[in-house]
C-alpha cells in the first residue's frame, strides 16, 4: 500500500496570501489528521475529520480550516498567512475515527515558509 | 487540559549504555499511550503503544497509572537509535504530543 502523500512538499507564500494544503491517506484508511510542527511549539493538533465530517479541533484560530472528500483525501486551508504561521504542516490517516485509540500514519509534511 | 510531559529536551548517551526517555501524563481515565519517533529525513512513526506490550527495537515502555508515566527504555543504546522521540496520549477521539526528546547516541 502507498502512503500517506502530502502536496506540496514544499510552499514559499507572502504574508496574508491563502494557501491549501492536500493529504490522501492510505488507501481504505477514513480518518485524516493535521498537525503543525513546530520547532517552539512542537507537534500540535489542528483537526481531524472522517466521513467527509470534522471531529474533532484543536486550539487554533478560524483561519485555519479543512474538509475531507468522499474518496478521503482531505484539505488545509490556511486564509490571511502570518509569519507565525511558517512550520511543517503533518498529516495523519488511521484506519478508524477516534485517533485517541489508533495507530497514525504519518506523511512527509509540507513545509510552509510565509515571507 | 490533558497533557503529555516529556522533561528532557535533549538527551545524550554512550552507545551501549542504557537509556531511559521519560514521559509523564496528566488524565483520570484510561489512556492509551504512544511512542512515535522521527529518525533525521524521515517521516514521523510509531514505536510502540502500551497496549501491545512488546518490544520494538530493543525499546520497551510500561505504562505506570499510579505514576501517570510511560517511560521508554532500551538496555543498551545504538548510534542507529539517535533521532526525535514523541510520547503521545490518547484519550477518546482526541490526541496530544508531547514537546519531544532528541537522544544523541554517541560513539
Excluded at chain 2, 505514576?67 to 537509535?81: C, G, I
Excluded at chain 2, 484519550?91 to 560513539?107: A, E, I, K
Aim: contains cysteine.
Amino acid at each position: 500500500k502507498a502512503g500517506v502523500t502530502q502536496t506540496p512538499r514544499y510552499l514559499i507564500k507572502t504574508r496574508g496570501q491563502q494557501v491549501t494544503l492536500s493529504c490522501s491517506p492510505i488507501s481504505g484508511h477514513r480518518s485524516v489528521s493535521w498537525y503543525q510542527q513546530t520547532p517552539g511549539q512542537g507537534l500540535q493538533f489542528l483537526f481531524e475529520y472522517f466521513s467527509e465530517t470534522q471531529r474533532n479541533k484543536g486550539n487554533f484560530p478560524g483561519r485555519f480550516s479543512g474538509r475531507q472528500f468522499s474518496n478521503s483525501r482531505s484539505e488545509m486551508n490556511v486564509s490571511t498567512l502570518e509569519l507565525g504561521d511558517s512550520a511543517l504542516y503533518l498529516c495523519a490517516s488511521s484506519s478508524q475515527g477516534g485517533t485517541g485509540k489508533n495507530i497514525q500514519y504519518f506523511g512527509a509534511g509540507t513545509r510552509l515558509s510565509v515571507l | 487540559a490533558q497533557r503529555v510531559t516529556q522533561p528532557e529536551k535533549l538527551l545524550s548517551v554512550f552507545k551501549g549504555a542504557p537509556v531511559e526517555l521519560k514521559c509523564n501524563y496528566s488524565y483520570s481515565g484510561s489512556p492509551e499511550l504512544f511512542w512515535y519517533v522521527q529518525y533525521s529525513r524521515q517521516r514521523l512513526q510509531l514505536l510502540l503503544r502500551h497496549i501491545s506490550r512488546e518490544s520494538i527495537k530493543g525499546f520497551t515502555a510500561d505504562l505506570n497509572k499510579g505514576e501517570t508515566s510511560f517511560h521508554l527504555k532500551k538496555p543498551f543504546a545504538q548510534e542507529e537509535d539517535s533521532a526525535m522521540y514523541y510520547c503521545a496520549l490518547g484519550y477518546g477521539q482526541n490526541f496530544v504530543f508531547g514537546p519531544g526528546t532528541r537522544l544523541s547516541v554517541l560513539p
